[in-house]
């Protein structure tokens, strides 16, 4: 990841240096077993007939690794990472923002759980506006502008208002490793001119909190499926 913003731009900064609760050392068995990030998407596109491997997700290593940890699977590999939370903070606008980092320092950055913002994934999302999305997480659904800052491979980047649609799918209880969670689940659909992507989301329904979600990280990187396996 090379660069980043975060809402309008104007926080970025301020996340970077107000980040806690994470450090790189000490972050246990399950970390340390998944491929990168990155690294899985280059390695696959080099040689696309590679062995997908994966590695099962125990209670046992869950134990073993401290702290917070998320579960990435780009949909261009198969292949998964664990993130660890490096940063958290709030402003003011609704959401906390929470910043992931994985084992090739690649970086998500999440807004409640919606992807506002990457860095190193190639194409990055330096902003996304999130107040949109969730808004429509009120058991109602909604809709409305979502303003996308993406960068080009040349260091260039674009600004694109998205038309964005939130619908309630209803109650779904999901698996995340042994447990079992009650959720709601969500489809937003999003559109400027040719480009379209559909991101999906799964918020438990005691406490708000996002527990799987399968989100588009830009028109390079393309899907990733995302679960937090740990708070």
């Known amino acids: 990841m090379n660069r980043f ?20 050392a000490n972050q246990g068995d399950l970390v340390s077993v998944g491929s990168s990030l990155v ?20 209670r046992k290593l869950l134990d073993e690794t401290p702290g ?19 940063g958290r903070r709030t402003d ?17 950055i999440l807004r ?10 190639g194409g990055d999302i330096r902003s996304a506006q999130a107040q949109t999305t969730l808004a429509g997480f009120d058991g109602v659904g909604g809709g409305g502008e979502r303003l996308f800052t993406v960068a080009r491979l040349d260091g260039t980047a674009d600004a694109i208002a998205f038309s964005c649609d939130v619908d309630q799918l209803g109650r779904e209880v999901i698996q995340i490793v ?3 969670v009650s959720t709601y689940h969500l489809r937003e659909t999003c559109q400027h001119g040719q480009t379209r992507f559909t991101n999906e989301y799964w918020v438990e329904t005691n406490g708000g909190r996002m527990r799987r979600s399968r989100q588009w990280g830009g028109p390079v990187f393309g899907y990733m499926s995302i679960e937090r396996l740990k708070n």
């Open 5 to 24: 913003s975060l809402g309008l731009g104007l926080i970025a900064a301020a996340v970077l240096a107000g980040c806690s609760g994470g450090s790189d």
């Open 39 to 58: 690294g899985a998407v280059r390695a696959t596109a080099a040689k696309p007939d590679q062995t997908r491997g994966r590695v099962t997700v125990t």
């Open 68 to 86: 917070e940890v998320l579960q990435v699977v780009p949909d261009s590999t198969g292949l998964q990472d664990f993130l660890f939370l490096v």
């Open 92 to 108: 003011d606008t609704p959401g906390q923002i929470e910043v992931w980092k994985s084992t090739d320092n690649a970086q998500l």
């Open 112 to 121: 409640d759980g919606v992807l506002v913002g990457s860095k190193g994934l």
């Open 178 to 180: 042994d447990q079992r």
